[in-house]
Every structure is written in C-alpha cells, then in structure tokens.
C-alpha cells in the first residue's frame, strides 16, 4: 500500500487584502466610468437623429412650397437661382 501524502491547506481566508480591495475598486470604477459615457454618447447620438429627422422634415415641407409657387426645388443655395432642367432641342 502506498503511503498517503498528506497535503497543508491555506486557512481559508475571510477577506481579501487591502491592496487587491483597492485595485479591484479602481478597475469597476473605471468600468463604471466607460459604461456611463457610452451611455451620455448614445443620447447625445439620439438626440442628434431626432434633430435631423426633424430638419428633414422642414426641408421637405419648404420643397413642397418651393414647387407649388416656383414649379421646381432645385434652387442655387448661393443666389437663389432656379436650376431648371435643359431642354431638349431636338423637341421643336
């Protein structure tokens, strides 16, 4: 029969060190920390879409007056000239 090893266990320990303690903190704070301003960026990020759907809107509403009193939207943004579409000279 072989002989039986007898092996010494560490007391099991009731807490961790106060180095580790910190360390630990540090890193989920740090965490914490990422987490919320992902969370600030991403409302910022909504609130930013909202905004364009929004302008969207006006610029599509202001289109449809565009066409109803000039027959066209395709305006210069520099001086407000119509760019009316080439006409075909072959038509005649």
């Known amino acids: 029969m072989a ?3 007898t092996i010494e266990l560490k007391k099991k320990a009731e807490k961790i060190s106060e180095e580790h303690l910190k360390e630990l903190r540090e890193v ?10 992902i969370g600030r960026i991403e409302l910022q990020k909504h609130k930013a879409l909202h905004d364009i759907a929004t302008i969207e809107d ?13 027959g066209s ?11 009316w579409p ?3 000279s072959n038509e005649k």
């Open 86 to 88: 080439e006409e075909n």
């Open 28 to 37: 989920v704070n740090k965490l914490n920390q990422i987490q919320f301003n």
């Open 73 to 83: 939207y395709d305006v210069s943004l520099e001086d407000g000239t119509i760019n």
């Open 58 to 70: 006006k610029i599509s509403l202001l289109q449809d007056t565009l066409v109803k009193e000039y």
């Open 3 to 5: 002989k039986e090893k």
